[in-house]
Nanobody, 115 residues
Framework: QVQLVESGGGLVQPGGSLRLSCAASGSIFRSNTMGWYRQAPGKQRELVASITSGGSTNYADSVKGRFTISRDNAKNTVYLQMNSLKPEDTAVYYC?????????WGQGTQVTVSS
């Protein structure tokens, strides 16, 4: 079974940058659309960015122009480059397939944007 492991989160000041990584085990990753999701305290989990197997991307309006999703199929890894971070970006970030599959939610990685 594929496992998804997120990393790269941390504490950053407003305006700063972080790069998240999601490593997938198993070859199923390469032929599927992947998404980065986030869940802020007291809010529902939301999709922030997605990328198809061919590299086409989509972004939530709230992150458009600031976040960039990419993938390296050779490394079974999907990335989320986050620039110009805002306090409202604070959340636990997860990767999953799109549509998300319940059994593949990992631990996520915490991103905290605060001065």
């Amino acid at each position: 079974q594929v496992q998804l492991v997120e990393s790269g989160g941390g504490l950053v000041q407003p305006g700063g940058s972080l790069r998240l990584s999601c490593a997938a085990s198993g070859s199923i990753f390469r032929s599927n659309t992947m998404g980065w999701y986030r869940q802020a305290p007291g809010k529902q989990r939301e999709l922030v960015a997605s990328i198809t197997s061919g590299g086409s991307t989509n972004y939530a309006d709230s992150v458009k122009g600031r976040f960039t999703i990419s993938r390296d199929n050779a490394k079974n890894t999907v990335y989320l480059q986050m620039n110009s971070l805002k306090p409202e970006d604070t959340a636990v970030y997860y990767c999953n397939f799109l549509p998300a599959l319940r059994n593949y939610w990992g631990q996520g990685t915490q991103v905290t944007v605060s001065s």
